[in-house]
């Protein structure tokens, strides 16, 4: 029987009477990396915020290891779990004091949080930058310091949404081989929402397709990508439905 760290059911998001989700039931498995895929406007980066627990559903229900959320277990569910904007949102200091933010928020000691914020820029390959200011950085260092924020935190659970959009081909290889090498490295589940199928199959273990605020398909990603059931994914893939 498969374990999912998270799971919906009937997850519906409204905003001014109109369903942006509809009825989503996802699965995610721990410690693996699982694609939400789509053309834009469909309410990939909606299923992360409630996901994340950022917004509240209009109806349905999140299971995080099968126990439903509660508002009294809300706060002890946000901690584990954190989200990377598209467009990195970095304070206008330096990239220590970018990475550490979380770690004094939750008052870590100073000499653990230096030990952490100097550990999490070796992973993300921007040793040395401690003292550069974060928004005079190029988008893919930008990006990587967002990354480097939220791992420091030590997430079970990591939202990305569409991560490399943005980036030129460098900087994408480069944060595809950093989110490959966190979640091999430290088994984080990661959660990806992206347009891109060919970035979905190099990154994911398994992949959900959103369209028109339902996931209409799940499964393993190259079953879905190279043999998939609904036709509209099909369509997807030949270019026929725009992104």
């Known amino acids: 029987m498969r374990k999912f760290i998270i799971r919906t059911h009937n997850l519906t998001k409204e905003y001014d009477g109109e369903a942006i989700l509809k009825k989503v039931d996802l699965g995610l498995e721990r410690g693996r990396i699982h694609a939400i895929v789509g053309p834009s406007g469909v309410g990939k980066s909606v299923l992360l915020r409630l996901l994340n627990l950022l917004e509240e559903p209009t109806s349905g229900e999140i299971y995080f290891d099968e126990k439903a959320l509660k508002e009294n277990n809300r706060l002890e569910l946000q901690r584990r779990m954190t989200l990377v904007f598209q467009k990195p949102v970095l304070f206008n200091t330096s990239v220590y ?67 490399t959009s943005d980036l030129d081909p460098r900087n994408v290889a480069i944060i595809e081989e950093l989110i490959k090498y966190i979640n091999e490295k430290f088994k984080t589940t990661i959660v990806i929402a992206t347009h891109n199928i060919f970035q979905a199959t190099r990154l994911a273990h398994e992949a959900s397709f959103l369209f028109e605020g339902r996931i209409i398909e799940s499964g393993r990603t190259q079953e879905i990508f190279t043999d998939p059931k609904d036709r509209r994914i099909l369509k997807f893939i030949e270019g026929k439905i725009i992104f």
Do not use: T
């Open 97 to 163: 004091e970018n990475i550490a933010y979380g770690l004094k928020v939750r008052r870590e000691n100073r000499r653990r949080v230096s030990r952490k914020v100097r550990k999490a820029l070796r992973v993300v390959g921007l040793r040395g930058y401690e003292h550069k200011r974060a928004r005079n950085l190029s988008g893919g260092e930008k990006q990587r310091v967002a990354i480097a924020r939220a791992m420091v935190l030590e997430p079970e659970i990591l939202f990305l949404d569409e991560p």
